[in-house]
C-alpha cells in the first residue's frame, strides 16, 4: 500500500465529521416525527428539474465521469424553515476511487430560497463497503438515502 492510499480512506470520515459541524443549528427528528426518508409523507415532494440540476452540479465534482450518472432522487422537504437542509440519495456512477464505483450514497447541505433549492455542497459520498458510513450519517438527519428512486 503507498502511502497516498491510506489518506483516501479517511477522506469521506473526515469529510462526514465536517459536515455534522455544518449542521450545528439543525436537530435530528425525533423518533414520533416522520422522518425525510419514511416514504411519501406529508410535507414532502418530488425535486423540481432545476433543483436536481443544482445537486447533480454539486455531485459531479465528486464523480469520475458525471454524464454517465444516472441518479435516484429521494423526497424533499416541502417546507425548509431554517434556509438550509441536509439531503440524501443515491447516484450510479463511477468514482475517482475504483473501490467506490457503482451505487453510490451522498448527502449534500442544500441552500434553500423561496422553499427551493438554490446552491449544493456535497458533504459526503462514498460507495462499496463505505456506503454505510454515508447511511449512517444521513440517519442521524432523519434520512435513508437506501428510499431513492
Not at 12 to 34: I, K
Not at 117 to 141: E, H, P, Q, R, W
Request: net charge positive; glycine share 10%.
Amino acid at each position: 500500500m503507498t502511502v497516498m492510499a491510506r489518506p483516501c480512506l479517511f477522506v469521506p470520515l473526515a469529510v462526514g465529521l465536517a459536515l455534522s459541524g455544518c449542521t450545528a443549528g439543525q436537530t435530528p427528528l425525533a423518533s414520533s416525527e416522520a422522518p425525510a426518508s419514511a416514504g411519501v409523507g406529508i410535507g414532502q415532494r418530488d425535486l423540481t428539474a432545476e433543483e436536481k440540476k443544482v445537486i447533480m452540479d454539486a455531485v459531479a465534482h465528486s464523480l469520475r465521469n458525471p454524464g454517465s450518472a444516472k441518479y435516484q432522487w429521494a423526497k424533499f422537504p416541502a417546507v425548509v424553515t431554517d434556509g438550509s437542509v441536509n439531503y440524501c440519495a443515491t447516484v450510479d456512477a463511477q468514482s475517482p476511487y475504483a473501490a467506490y464505483n457503482g451505487r453510490q450514497a451522498y448527502v449534500v447541505h442544500a441552500q434553500a430560497s423561496g422553499n427551493r433549492v438554490s446552491s449544493a455542497v456535497v458533504g459526503l459520498i462514498a460507495g462499496g463497503k463505505d456506503f454505510a458510513l454515508v447511511t449512517n450519517m444521513c440517519a442521524k438527519y432523519g434520512l435513508d438515502p437506501r428510499n431513492a428512486s
